[in-house]
T-cell receptor
Framework: GENVEQHPSTLSVQEGDSAVIKCTYS??????FPWYKQELGKRPQLIID?????GEKKDQRIAVTLNKTAKHFSLHITETQPEDSAVYFC???????????FGKGTMLLVSP | DAGVIQSPRHEVTEMGQEVTLRCKPI?????LFWYRQTMMRGLELLIY????????DSGMPEDRFSAKMPNASFSTLKIQPSEPRDSAVYFC????????????????FGSGTRLTVV
């Protein structure tokens, strides 16, 4: 089955800096890669996703890049703000199949 | 839509007791998932249903865990007997039909049930 590795497990940045979280996956058949943000005590929420027919997707301060050859994808957050502090999860699946395999998560702390 | 609704939000029970967690998925979503979240193991898929039918229960820890989905709007996860190592946050999630090209396809999670077994 699919295996998703996520790094780093924790990331501390200063407000205004950029943050990058990286994930690798094992199953070359995977073609759908969402990212979830989980604030303390709350549910994971989808923030951005990408399918394998594109290499990059942006939404305001967040972007995701995908390298299918290397089987890795990354989340980029620019101009970080304290409210970006949360745990971020990457995931992978095959489009058309329901099950998402999640990474272990990255705790992002943005200091004012 | 009210989103995925889970109950109870918190449950404290004694070891050996039966625990039932409940979930109402988003109307129209045909897949439902139960996940367990702990610090050590992250988000673990326990079981998922497609059109009310259990498809993959390989993540269910052992026979003490069971899940049902009697109709499209309700699912339960039962632990009997409960043990302290079952303490975790249990999330239910649902997703829309896979063939629907919706923006932001993916799971919608419920608020979770924080289970503490003492």
């Amino acid at each position: 089955g699919e295996n998703v590795e996520q790094h780093p497990s924790t990331l501390s940045v200063q407000e205004g800096d950029s943050a990058v979280i990286k994930c690798t996956y094992s199953d070359s058949a995977s073609n759908y890669f969402p990212w979830y943000k989980q604030e303390l005590g709350k549910r994971p929420q989808l923030i951005i996703d990408i399918r394998s027919n594109v290499g990059e997707k942006k939404d305001q301060r967040i972007a995701v890049t995908l390298n299918k050859t290397a089987k890795h994808f990354s989340l980029h957050i620019t101009e970080t703000q304290p409210e970006d502090s949360a745990v971020y999860f990457c995931a992978a699946s095959m489009w058309g199949y329901s099950t998402l395999t999640f990474g272990k998560g990255t705790m992002l702390l943005v200091s004012p | 839509d009210a989103g995925v609704i889970q109950s109870p939000r918190h449950e404290v029970t004694e070891m050996g007791q039966e625990v039932t967690l409940r979930c109402k998925p988003i109307s129209g979503h045909n897949s439902l998932f139960w996940y367990r979240q702990t610090m050590m193991r992250g988000l673990e898929l326990l079981i998922y249903f497609n059109n009310n039918v259990p498809i993959d229960d390989s993540g269910m820890p052992e026979d003490r865990f069971s899940a049902k989905m009697p109709n499209a709007s309700f699912s339960t996860l039962k632990i009997q007997p409960s043990e302290p190592r079952d303490s975790a946050v249990y999330f239910c999630a649902s997703s829309s039909p896979m063939y629907v090209e919706t923006v932001g396809y993916g799971y919608t999670f419920g608020s979770g049930t924080r289970l503490t077994v003492v």
